[in-house]
C-alpha cells in the first residue's frame, strides 16, 4: 500500500510513499537489534564525530529540508529554515554531551562502588506533524548520543523530511540499522512499535489521549515512556506590564504554526483593569498578522494541516462564540482559517478549556495575583505559558505558582536546545532537550568493585 501526502497550502497530492506494516515493525527491530552493540560499543570521541558530521550534512541540505518542511507541513519558508537550523544544533549539542554521559564513584564499605549510563537498546520514537522534523530530532540525538539504535515513526501526514533525514544519516556515516524510518499509520505501525518486547522505550509527542493509550500498552512489557502531549498555556499580562510588548508578542504566541503548537498560549489572562488597553493593542497586531502561501516572502502563518482539522478549529468559533476580532485568511484551495480572537471568554468556556490547536484565542480577565494564579491552573495541562508585569517580585511568585513545566516571564519563547522541555499534569511525563535528555535514553547501572579493606 502506497501513502498519499498532501500539501495543505493547496489541498493537492505532493508525494507517494510506501505505507510500512507491522511485520516491517518487526523486521526493523531484527535489524536495529543487529546494530546495536556496535554501535553501543563505538568509543564515546567517535560517536561524537559522527553527530557532528550528520548536524554538518543536515545544515548542508538545510535548503531542500525547510523547503520540503514548508511545502508538506505548511510552515513559512522562513520559519522552516530557522527549524531546520535548530535540527542540526540539536545533533550538535548531543554530539559535545557523548563524552559528558558521566556516573559518580561512591565510597562503601569494603571496596567502592561506580556508576555508569549504559544504553536501553533499541528505541521508539513516535512524532507529530506540526514540528515534523525538530522534533524528530529533539528524539533522535540524545537517544543515538546515549548509545542506542532508534526507530522512527513520523506522523503520516508529514513524514517527507524523516525519510530524508535517514539517507543524510547514512551519508554522514551512520551505520545501518542505527536510524530507521518507518511511514504508516499510529493505529497499526505506532501500535507494533509499543507492543514489541525488542522496543525498551517510547518516546511520543502527540494528543493526552493517544499518550494515555501508549502508557497503558506500554505498562505490559514495562517499557519506559517519555510522553510530550497536550498544552493549554497561558499568558498572563497584569496591569503594571508593558502593555504594548505583551499585545505586539502576543499574536505570534498562539498564531505561530496556524496556532498548531502545544506550546500555544491560547489562553491569554489579562487583569481587568488593562483589558480594554490590551484589547486595543492586540486588534492591530492580529489583524496585520499575515496569512498566506507559505513560499512567498513576509508571511507569518501557512494554513493548517489538513480539512478535518479545519472542521475541528471552526467548531470553537460557531454563532455563540463571542469574536472581538480576526485577521484575515486566502480563499478557496487549501486549509486556510483566521486568526481569531475571542473576548471576553468566561472560564469554563469549552474555547478556555479544551485544546484547540489553530489559530484561535480566548481573553479572560482575572481580578489580583490570586485569581491570575487559580485561573492559570484551572487546566488538566501544564506544558508553558507566560507571565507580564514590571514588578519583579510578583513575576517570581506567579512563575513559581504556575503548575507548568516551561513558563517565561516578559517573553512568550519557551523552547532551546539546551534547557529541558515537558510539562506537568496531563501534559506528559519526562523531559526532552538539555542535558536530562541524555538520562531518559539511558539506564543507570552501579557496579560494585570490592577492594579487600
Not at 493517544?210 to 502531549?229: H, P, S
Not at 488593562?274 to 498566506?292: I, Q, Y
Amino acid at each position: 500500500m502506497t501513502l498519499t501526502v498532501l500539501e495543505p497550502a493547496t489541498a493537492r497530492s505532493m508525494a507517494e510513499i510506501p505505507e510500512a506494516t507491522p511485520e516491517d515493525v518487526d523486521r526493523a527491530v531484527e535489524r536495529a537489534r543487529a546494530a546495536f552493540p556496535a554501535w553501543s560499543a563505538v568509543a564515546p570521541s567517535d560517536r561524537a564525530r559522527l553527530l557532528l558530521r550528520l548536524a554538518d550534512a543536515i545544515e548542508a541540505e538545510l535548503e531542500p529540508l525547510a523547503l520540503l518542511e514548508a511545502r508538506n507541513a505548511g510552515h513559512p519558508l522562513a520559519s522552516a529554515r530557522g527549524e531546520i537550523g535548530m535540527v542540526a544544533a540539536t545533533f550538535r549539542y548531543y554530539a559535545g554531551g557523548v563524552e559528558r554521559n558521566l556516573g559518580d564513584t561512591i565510597p562503601v564499605a569494603g571496596g567502592v562502588a561506580m556508576t555508569f549510563r549504559e544504553p536501553l537498546g533499541v528505541v521508539g520514537l513516535i512524532t507529530p506533524w506540526n514540528f515534523p522534523l525538530p522534533i524528530a530530532s529533539w528524539k533522535l540525538a540524545p537517544a543515538l548520543a546515549a548509545g542506542n539504535c532508534a526507530i522512527l515513526k513520523p506522523a503520516e501526514l508529514t513524514p517527507l523530511t524523516a525519510v530524508e533525514l535517514e539517507r543524510i544519516a547514512l551519508q554522514a556515516g551512520i551505520p545501518e540499522g542505527v536510524l530507521q524510518v518507518l511511514v504508516g499509520p499510529g493505529r497499526t505501525v505506532g501500535q507494533r512499535m509499543v507492543e514489541h518486547p525488542g522496543i525498551a522505550k517510547i518516546g511520543f509527542t502527540g494528543s493526552t489521549a493517544v499518550g494515555a493509550g501508549i502508557q497503558r500498552t506500554a505498562a505490559d512489557t514495562i517499557k519506559r515512556v517519555t510522553l510530550e502531549l497536550g498544552g493549554k498555556s497561558a499568558n498572563v499580562v497584569f496591569a503594571d506590564a508593558d502593555l504594548e510588548a505583551a499585545a505586539a508578542s502576543a499574536p505570534g504566541a498562539v498564531f505561530d504554526n496556524a496556532g498548531q503548537d502545544c506550546c500555544a498560549r491560547s489562553r491569554i489572562l489579562v487583569q481587568r483593569s488593562a483589558v480594554d488597553r490590551f484589547l486595543e493593542l492586540l486588534e492591530p497586531a492580529v489583524t496585520g498578522f499575515s496569512v498566506g502561501d507559505p513560499l512567498q516572502d513576509g508571511i507569518a502563518m501557512g494554513p493548517l494541516i489538513s480539512a478535518s482539522h479545519r472542521e475541528k478549529v471552526a467548531s470553537f468559533v460557531d454563532d455563540d462564540a463571542q469574536v472581538a476580532f480576526r485577521g484575515s485568511a486566502p480563499e478557496g484551495e487549501g486549509f486556510w482559517f483566521p486568526p481569531t480572537v475571542l473576548a471576553p471568554v468566561d472560564p469554563s468556556a469549552r474555547a478556555a478549556t479544551e485544546e484547540i490547536f489553530g489559530p484561535v484565542v480566548a481573553v479572560i480577565p482575572f481580578d489580583d495575583e490570586a485569581d491570575a494564579i487559580r485561573l492559570a491552573n484551572d487546566s488538566i495541562y501544564g506544558l508553558s505559558g507566560s507571565v507580564w508585569t514590571e514588578n519583579g517580585g510578583r513575576a517570581l511568585r506567579v512563575a513559581r505558582a504556575i503548575e507548568t513545566g516551561v513558563i517565561s516571564i516578559n517573553s512568550n519563547s519557551s523552547v532551546r536546545v539546551s534547557t529541558p522541555f515537558g510539562g506537568f499534569k496531563q501534559s506528559g511525563i519526562g523531559r526532552e532537550l538539555g542535558p536530562h535528555a541524555l538520562e531518559a535514553y539511558s539506564e543507570l547501572k552501579t557496579v560494585y568493585y570490592a577492594t579487600g579493606a
